[in-house]
């Protein structure tokens, strides 16, 4: 009977919960392996922290956003923080440990969940002799390798919803309500969640804006009698270039407690350059938290108890990954190739546009 080890790295993710319990079930039930759930990512790998997932363990928590076995985005073992004695942290290659910890345990495999970060750690670990099979997971939808993240779904479902509320009170007071949403890189929350939310202005990193086609579009709702409107804002899109904002913008992205990014900038830029009153809301990580949608934790399910088999069959160095509505295999290699960020001519932009969103370019 195999005994395999499962752990979860990176940022979390709602339905991390779902391909914890999909793997423990599939490969209790399904070819009587024993189940060791290691904390906290590649850190409880090094530091032997794991205990073993039983139908107990797993029951009830398919509903439940995070992940019961914690995550770390510290967790690299070729550069792990070691306190010395003289108190002073060290970063070591410590993936000597890891294999050590592999074997202690006697594990014929782990199913790693992660981004694209723990992903070429997983990687990493299959070169050196242990058979890994990946999970994808991240709510910003980017990764090459798989159609579709679980996690996404859900975040995509907490923006629609926050846009929903912002739309009463903007209506109410006669606002411009500005929603910056999560996505350094990648503008899929703000796209999806943006059109699903009937937002007038979407602001994407993919897209370079100008300030005077966002004035304009809020000023024509105006002239037309709709006193408010709603922006949804990727945390990552490009502000236009040009001293003071960015300088400004520079101080906030270094804010170690990451308060007021690009949207304060795009609310005070729109009350001086429309007179309207604006506010901002940042929806920061609760688009991370909670409990996953259905999509989502059927994704989530799909996929571990995929990863179960492969690492139970003894199929290693692949990606589990959602492809054409089914899951299938890739290699572990696949998402190393790049992000995947959003067609400048995605059909939603230009459906989108077609019904009057504003993505602040000229075309807008
Ligand atoms: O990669 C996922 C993500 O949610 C990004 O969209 C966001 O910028 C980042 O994680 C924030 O992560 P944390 O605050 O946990 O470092």
């Given amino acids: 009977h195999p005994r395999i080890g499962i752990l979860t790295g990176g940022g979390d993710c709602p339905g991390l919960n779902a ?61 792990y923080p070691v306190v010395g004695q003289d108190g002073k942290t060290d970063w070591q290659d410590c993936s000597g ?31 050196l002799g242990v058979e890994v099979v990946g999970v994808p997971k991240t709510i910003d939808n980017d990764l090459l390798a798989t159609d579709q993240t679980f996690g996404f779904d859900t975040a995509t479902a907490v923006v629609s919803e926050a846009l929903d509320r912002l739309t009463t009170t903007a209506s109410s007071h006669h606002r411009v309500m500005v929603l910056e949403v999560m996505g350094r890189t990648a503008g899929w929350i703000a796209l999806m969640g943006g059109v699903a939310g009937g937002a007038d202005v979407i602001l994407l990193p993919e897209i370079p804006f100008q300030w005077q086609a966002v004035f304009d579009k809020v000023k ?82 799909r996929l571990g108890s995929h990863a179960a088999d492969c690492i139970c069959r003894g199929e290693s160095g692949v990606l589990v990954a959602y492809h054409q509505m089914g899951t299938c295999t890739v290699p572990l290699s696949a998402t190393l190739a790049g992000r995947r960020n959003v067609p400048a001519d995605h059909d939603l932009i230009q459906a989108a546009r077609a019904l009057g969103t504003c993505f602040g370019d000229e075309a807008g």
């Fill in 19 to 79: 391909v914890i319990r999909a793997v423990t079930l599939t490969a209790r039930r399904q070819y009587g392996a024993t189940v060791l759930g290691i904390e906290d990512g590649f850190e409880g790998l090094i530091e032997g922290r794991g205990s073993e997932l039983t139908e107990e363990r797993v029951a009830g928590i398919l509903q439940d956003g995070g992940t019961i076995l914690g995550s770390s985005n510290k967790g690299d073992p070729w550069r």
């Fill in 220 to 301: 024509a709702r105006a002239a037309m009698g709709m006193r408010y409107s709603i922006i949804c804002v990727a945390e990552g899109a490009q502000l236009p270039t040009g001293g003071e904002v960015v300088q400004r913008m520079d101080r906030r992205r270094t804010d170690p407690k990451r308060l007021g990014g690009i949207g304060a900038v795009v609310a005070e830029h729109i009350e001086a350059g429309t007179g309207l009153e604006a506010r901002v809301t940042v929806l920061g990580h609760l688009q991370r938290g909670g409990s996953p949608t259905a999509f989502d934790r059927i994704l989530a399910t």
């Fill in 97 to 127: 440990r890891l294999l050590a910890q592999v074997q202690h345990w006697q594990l014929d495999g782990v199913v790693v969940v992660g981004g694209d970060g723990t992903m070429q750690m997983a990687d990493r670990l299959q070169r």
